[in-house]
């Protein structure tokens, strides 16, 4: 397991190259001094006092904060879904189409074989929907 002083900021090799002051000799910096260096920094200081105040809502604008679970209506989430669908279909077109022709032939087939009432025609049906419906697996 890790000990944080061990953490790196970037690797050992890597942080010689970000080194500023090219006159003083590279040392290695580690999460825990830079964060202490942070800290103590006017910068730090300032984020750390504007963290530590508590927000208040009553000063903010009101469109600035969340009011609903979601930033829009279902029914705005339902169109964007349903024309996201819609360009899948249409880059998709020939799958469906397809689809539709294997779907159409099947129906015809059967229906045929129906008519003859023959014991052997369920079987032949049996052998068409699985071939059929074995190609939508090869996709």
């Known amino acids: 397991m890790m000990k944080n002083n061990s953490l790196q900021i970037t690797s050992r090799k890597d942080q010689q190259q970000y080194w500023m002051n090219r006159d003083e000799p590279y040392s290695f910096v580690t999460v825990k001094e830079f964060a202490e260096a942070f800290q103590s920094f006017h910068v730090g200081c300032r984020i750390g006092d504007a963290l530590s105040t508590p927000f208040e809502k009553s000063q903010s604008h009101p469109a600035a904060l969340k009011t609903r679970k979601y930033g829009t ?7 964007a879904c349903f024309s996201r669908e819609w360009l899948l279909m249409k880059r ?9 022709a294997q779907v159409s032939s099947v129906s015809f087939l059967s229906s045929g074989f129906f008519f003859k009432k023959l014991v ?14 074995s190609y939508t697996s090869l996709q």
């Open 73 to 79: 209506g279902k029914m705005e989430l339902l169109k």
């Open 92 to 100: 998709n077109s020939f799958v469906y189409f397809f689809k539709l």
């Open 120 to 133: 052997h025609s369920i079987v032949i049906f049996l052998f068409f929907v699985l071939t059929f419906s």
